[in-house]
């Protein structure tokens, strides 16, 4: 599943229409957020990870949804479960959004 850019109005009609949503936070001159776009990308495209709708946001342009998450920095990590957020963090690595996307797999109620 290609990654989708999202914005605060769309971000919570996709949260209760997809069961499980990861969503990266980035800013235009973060470095770990252009170095982990590759894997973001890979991640998004593995048929393991494909029931989890992908988002990207800009931080600085959704300030709502930055704020319910309360970002501290990017890139800032959210993941969603059946429209409940679930766990959010700031990620700096690929086994780190890896394990953060298996978090999201293991998710019941």
Known sequence: MA???????????????K???IVKFIDEDCLICKALAPSFKRFSENPMYQGITFLQMDAAENPVSSKE??????PFFAIYYKATLRACALLSSEEDVREFLDQLLMAKE
């Open 3 to 17: 990654i989708q850019t999202s914005s605060d109005t769309e971000l919570r009609s996709i949260i209760f229409a």
């Open 19 to 21: 069961e499980r949503v």
């Open 69 to 74: 998450v309360k970002l501290t920095g990017t």
